[in-house]
C-alpha cells in the first residue's frame, strides 16, 4: 500500500481561488473511494492519497485532467511517493504511532 501526496494546481484561473477545482476532485476522488480503490484525506494544503500504487498512478491522471476539461490551457501537478514494502501501513496508523509517542511523553522506549 502507497500512500501520495498531490497537489493539483490549475493555472490561468479567472481569479486566485482554485476551490470549485479542488471540490470537482473531491467528487472524483469519491468515486475511486466507492469503488474501493483509494482511501484519501484533503488537508489545507494537498491531498493525500492510499492504495496500490498501479491505482494511485490511474486516480492522479484522472485529477489531472479535471481542470483542463473545464477550458484551461495549464496544470502544473507536484506528487509525493511514500512506498513501504517491508509492511503494510495505512495513513492512520502511522499517525497512531506518532501519537503513542507523544502519549509517552516524546521517549523512544
Given at each position: 500500500?502507497?500512500?501520495?501526496?498531490?497537489?493539483?494546481?490549475?493555472?490561468?484561473?479567472?481569479?486566485?481561488?482554485?476551490s470549485k477545482y479542488i471540490a470537482e476532485i473531491q467528487t472524483k476522488l469519491n468515486e475511486f473511494k466507492s469503488q474501493?480503490?483509494?482511501?484519501?484525506?484533503?488537508t489545507p494544503m494537498n491531498t493525500l492519497i492510499e492504495g496500490?500504487?498501479?491505482?494511485?498512478?490511474?486516480?492522479?491522471q484522472e485529477i489531472h485532467e479535471l481542470p483542463f476539461n473545464k477550458g484551461l490551457d495549464r496544470v502544473c501537478t507536484n506528487i509525493r511517493i511514500d512506498d513501504r514494502r517491508d509492511k503494510s501501513r495505512k495513513m492512520n496508523e502511522k499517525l497512531d504511532s506518532v501519537q503513542k509517542h507523544l502519549d509517552n511523553g516524546g521517549n523512544n522506549s
Open positions: 500500500m502507497a500512500i501520495v501526496d498531490v497537489v493539483v494546481i490549475p493555472v490561468g484561473t479567472e481569479g486566485p481561488s482554485v474501493g480503490k483509494i482511501d484519501y484525506q484533503l496500490d500504487l498501479k491505482d494511485l498512478f490511474e486516480v492522479i
